[in-house]
C-alpha cells in the first residue's frame, strides 16, 4: 500500500486497483447473480460414457463427463438437463426413437464411448433429426490433460450445433495476493493462469513482489497467444513489463520517468495505451508497439483534463477508439475518444461521454465483436457490472446481489465475462453470460484472485 501513497492525485485509481490489497482469505463460497437474459437456452441431454473396452475406470471417466457438463452447460446456447434412467437407458442402444426426446423437448443429445484410449463423441440434433461425429480424441489417462482435450470436444460439439466457436479451451489471466510469512505486514501478488473453468492453475511470474492488471498479447490470426504485458513494483514505481508465458520472467517495456499503470493492447497488436502521470499528472497515453520488438518510438499523450485524474483504458476492436475512465467532469465516468494522429494537438481531442446512469464508474473493457462496453458502477451500497450497449445507446445492469463485483473481461465470443468479486474478506474469480441467470465461482483456495483476463482469440 505505501507505493500508492505516491499517487497523491491519482484517487480514481484507487477505486480501480484499491480493493485488489486489502484484503485475504479462503472461501468455498458460490454466489449467484441475476441477469437479464438475451436468450432462452436449449434443453441437451448428455448420455454417460459407454466404456467399451478401454483402459480406465468408471469413476475416471464420470469426472471427465462432469467437464463435459460443466463445458455444456455454460456454454451460452445449452441447458444440460438433469439424467434418468429411462434416457440412459435408451442411450446404450445408439439414440433410440426421436420421437423419446421430441417428448421430453430435448433439442441436442450428446453420446460419448470409450474405446481403448479413443473417445467418441456423437451428436444428435432431434429437431434437425440429424447425428453427427467429432474427430475422436486419445485420452492421456492424466486428468489437467484430458480436461483440456474435453473442453476442446465441447468448442466442436458448440461449433457442430450453432456454427460457432466455444470458448472452453481458452484461459484466463489473473492475480494472487497473499502475505509473506504468518505476522508479516509485506504482501506479494503474482501472475496466474488457468483454464477458462478455473482448472490447471499456473503460476506464471515468480518475483516476490507486487504484479497488477495483466493482460495478454493478442495473437496473430489463428495462432494463441504467447505472451503478456502486466504492471510490477519490482522497481518500486509502477512500471509495465512484457513476459512469455512459457517462462513468465518480466522485462520492462517503456522506458518512461514516473508512474504508469492499467495498460491496454489493441488487437491490432500496433498499440499500448496506459496512465502514466509523467506530466504530473495521470493522464492517457499511447504507445506503438510491436510484440517482436516492443515499444517503437516514443509515447504520446492523448487525452489529460485540468485537476482530473484518467484511468483504465480499453481499445475498441478495430484499434480507431479508445474508452477510459475520467474524473473531469465530478464523478469517475467512461468516456471514448477517436485515436488520434501523431501530432495531434489535445485541444483538438474530445471524448464522449458513455456512462451516464452512475457517478461512480470504473473498469471498462470492449466487446471483441464491438458492440459492448461492460464496466463496473456502484449500485446502491455495491459495485456492480454493467453494460454499455453500442446499438441501443442504452445501459443495463448486468449483476445484482450483494457484494462488489469488479474488474470484467470478455471472452472472445462476447457472450461469456469473467470478473472478480470482493466481499467479507474474501476476492474470488466468478464466470457468467448474458444468456443465463446464474453466475459460477471458479476459483478457490488461497489468496485473493483479481485483475482477470480472458484470452482472446484472432479468427
Not at 484461459?171 to 493462469?193: C, F, M, N, P
Not at 473481461?409 to 457468467?432: G, K, M, Q, R
Request: a neutral charge.
Amino acid at each position: 500500500m505505501a507505493y500508492f501513497l505516491i499517487l497523491a492525485r491519482m484517487s480514481l485509481l484507487f477505486v480501480v486497483l484499491s480493493r485488489g490489497f486489502i484484503y485475504g482469505q479462503e472461501s468455498d463460497e458460490h454466489l449467484e447473480v441475476c441477469l437479464n437474459t438475451e436468450s432462452s437456452l436449449m434443453p441437451l441431454y448428455l448420455l454417460d460414457f459407454q466404456n467399451q473396452s478401454s483402459q480406465f475406470s468408471d469413476a475416471y471417466l464420470q469426472q471427465l463427463k462432469q467437464v463435459l457438463a460443466f463445458d455444456l452447460n455454460y456454454n451460452g446456447s445449452t441447458r444440460v438437463m438433469k439424467n434418468d434412467w429411462e434416457s440412459d437407458q435408451l442411450g446404450t442402444k445408439g439414440f433410440g426413437d426421436i420421437s423419446f426426446w421430441i417428448n421430453k423437448n430435448i433439442f441436442f443429445v450428446v453420446k460419448g464411448e470409450l474405446t481403448q484410449q479413443a473417445l467418441n463423441i456423437s451428436l444428435l440434433d432431434v429437431h434437425q433429426q440429424t447425428i453427427k461425429t467429432t474427430e475422436p480424441i486419445l485420452l492421456t489417462g492424466q486428468l489437467n490433460e484430458d480436461r483440456r482435450l474435453i473442453h476442446r470436444v465441447s468448442d466442436a460439439i458448440h461449433k457442430a450445433f450453432f456454427g460457432r466457436e466455444g470458448i472452453a479451451s481458452t484461459r484466463i489471466l489473473y492475480t494472487v495476493r497473499h502475505q509473506i510469512g504468518k505476522d508479516s505486514s509485506q504482501w506479494v501478488a503474482e501472475v496466474w493462469e488457468c483454464d477458462y473453468d478455473g482448472a490447471n492453475t499456473k503460476q506464471l511470474t515468480k518475483e516476490r513482489s507486487y504484479c497488477v492488471t495483466p493482460i495478454y498479447l493478442p495473437p496473430k490470426p489463428s495462432y494463441t497467444t504467447g505472451g503478456f504485458i502486466y504492471i510490477s513494483y519490482q522497481m518500486g514505481q509502477p512500471k509495465i513489463y512484457l513476459a512469455s508465458l512459457k517462462d513468465g520472467v518480466g522485462r520492462r517495456l517503456i522506458s518512461l520517468r514516473g508512474n504508469q499503470l492499467m495498460p491496454a493492447v489493441s488487437l491490432k497488436r500496433d498499440k499500448i495505451a496506459f496512465i502514466s502521470d509523467v506530466t504530473g499528472n495521470p493522464d492517457l497515453f499511447l504507445q506503438p508497439f510491436s510484440p517482436e520488438t516492443g515499444a517503437t518510438g516514443k509515447p504520446q499523450q492523448i487525452f489529460s483534463a485540468k485537476q482530473a485524474t484518467q484511468g483504465s483504458p480499453t481499445f475498441s476492436p478495430d484499434g480507431k477508439q479508445v474508452a477510459f475512465v475520467s474524473n473531469k467532469d465530478g464523478s469517475p465516468k467512461i468516456y471514448m475518444i477517436n485515436v488520434p494522429a501523431p501530432g495531434t494537438s489535445l485541444k483538438e481531442i474530445k471524448a464522449t461521454l458513455i456512462s451516464k446512469r452512475n457517478r461512480e464508474n470504473s473498469a471498462p473493457i470492449w466487446s471483441p465483436d464491438g458492440t459492448k462496453i461492460a464496466y463496473c458502477a456502484r449500485s446502491q451500497q455495491e459495485r456492480q457490472i454493467w453494460i454499455y450497449d453500442f446499438n441501443t445507446k442504452q445501459e443495463r445492469q448486468l449483476t445484482q446481489g450483494p457484494g462488489h463485483k469488479e474488474n470484467p473481461s470478455w471472452a472472445p465470443d462476447s457472450l461469456h465475462l469473467v470478473y472478480n468479486t470482493s466481499d467479507h474478506d474474501v476476492s474470488e474469480l466468478f464466470l457468467i453470460n448474458l444468456n443465463q441467470e446464474e453466475a459460477v465461482q471458479i476459483s478457490a483456495g488461497r489468496g485473493e484472485k483479481r485483475f482477470p483476463n480472458w484470452e482472446p482469440r484472432i479468427r
